[in-house]
């Protein structure tokens, strides 16, 4: 069986995916020949693929038949490396020691009276602010945030920014 076949659930013949996941398949090759060379890892290669082409399908309403469309497949797969690079970065490789001392030790007073000052400074912003940073701390993504809310993208991030700004303020 071909890996294109693996990767690709086959749709109908007719409809508005059947021109797409063909441009998709089209474009396997190429994607994995450029997976390879930003991983340099054959296993991380296969990852970035799989995710470049999830992500591809989901945003398959975004692109416009008749451009560029290895552009457009390649730029997404760019933008997940990056991205997984970054976060990568930020992850912190503890020993099972250290985190079973973490598991184990119990909340101090401190903590408690750090969270409820916390609290109160979040009760205390303006609703606008306290919506966007209640809903980021609940683990919505910034896109979620946004819809729910019903508010551009830029204007949850910003409101955000300026929430936790403001809260800092008052804790300090």
Not at 13 to 26: A, D, H, I
Not at 43 to 64: S, Y
Not at 84 to 110: F, G, W, Y
Request: hydrophobic letters at 40%; a positive charge.
């Amino acid at each position: 069986m071909k890996e294109s076949a693996l990767l690709v659930r086959p749709l109908p013949l007719s409809g508005s995916g059947c021109k797409f996941e063909r441009l998709v398949v089209s474009e396997l090759p190429l994607l994995k020949r450029y997976s390879r060379r930003l991983t340099r890892c054959p296993v991380n290669a296969e990852d970035l693929l799989q995710e470049t082409i999830l992500r591809c399908w989901k945003a398959k309403a975004g692109f416009e038949l008749g451009t560029n469309f290895g552009g457009w497949t390649r730029a997404i797969m760019r933008n997940t490396f990056f991205s997984n690079v970054q976060r990568r970065r930020l992850e912190v490789n503890l020993s099972d020691d250290i985190l079973l001392r973490m598991q184990s030790t119990p909340a101090s007073q401190s903590t408690s009276l750090e969270l409820g000052e916390a609290l109160r400074a979040l009760d205390s912003l303006p609703r606008r602010y306290r919506d966007a940073v209640a809903m980021t701390a609940e683990g919505f993504t910034m896109d979620e945030g946004a819809e729910r809310l019903g508010i551009p993208i830029n204007t949850y991030k910003s409101r955000i920014h300026r929430g936790r700004k403001l809260m800092l303020s008052l804790v300090r």
